[in-house]
């Protein structure tokens, strides 16, 4: 099986994948800390992740006749700065994960990976391949970290030497039985960047509150955020990059080009804009965006605390009407008018 392992990581870097690692079939190594993070509700509201929990920790549970796991990676830029054309009266602007600054990967990830997959069945017709990106029971960093795409840091994401973690990542669970690669070694030695920087404190070495977790706060959480947390959350409209910006390995390891399929979206919105949408105008936003993941209500529930942010050092009139409006506006979601009375209360308190 080896020219066809060498034939398919070929295969993938003809595709615009970054890397390609093949993983054992094997049961996570962590099943103890997995269980133990679950109950202790440190997986905050995100309930799939207790769902079909024995699929998610076996990859044989999940796919009967595993045998390999086929990991790739797309390593991604970020957007060009969507400040350029700004003007002295603008509002203040909330920052979007680097992620979500192009189109959609559980997409375009996912249809190259299709791709690999059809060619494999064509040389390989009685052998099964699953496809998974990110929604499948999958621990698909695990797996990862079990070939030579890279380990796991202490903020908990997928580290390569050279390409750092601004890593996208896609497997195929399948039924031959490949040879697998030899693991990278941990490299983050006495590192504590990552945790020293996080705003909310929510990492220790290798483990993430996500309850306290800007990028969960802002992306999957529904109800109102702790205004505790408000101030840490600072400017980020949607998810956080810290602990990444911050790590060694990411500093020159931006890549030159996009991978295929991808395109540049905003890295950024006005968030007095954001303050006026409608449904309508936050589907237009986020065509072909992961960040149609945040419902409207959310997204003006971030933007009101990103806005009471920036208030504190500038102060910008009609962003401020805006919020005091919300908070009295009976056609607002009850989320919206709970955050914008808080955000008000609290820069009146700091008068």
Known sequence: MSASVDHIKQRTLELGFAACGIAPAQPTAHRRHVVDWIADGRHGDMSWLARNLNLRLDPAKFQPDARSIICVADHISAAPAADGNRIPS?????????????????????????????????????????VCVDTAPVLEREHAARTALGWVGKHTLLLHPQLGSHLLLGVIVTSLDLPHDTPHTDHCGTCTRCIDACPTQCITPWSVDAARCISYLTIEHRGPIDPQLHEAIGDHLFGCDVCQDVCPFNQGSEPADLPPGYEPRASEFNLLTVLGWSEADRRAAFVKSAMKRAKLPQIKRNALIAAAN??????????????????????????????????????????
């Open 90 to 130: 603008d509002s203040p602007y909330g920052r979007v994960a680097r992620y979500a600054q192009i189109s959609d990967y559980h997409k375009v990830l996912k249809k190259r990976l299709h791709r690999l997959a059809d060619d494999l069945r064509t040389e390989h017709p009685d052998a099964l391949f699953r």
């Open 310 to 351: 920036a208030l504190r050092d500038t102060d910008h009139k009609a962003l401020r009407d805006r919020a005091r409006a919300i908070a009295t506006d009976a056609t607002e979601d009850d989320i919206v008018r709970e955050t914008a009375r808080d955000v008000i209360n609290r820069l009146n308190a700091e008068r």
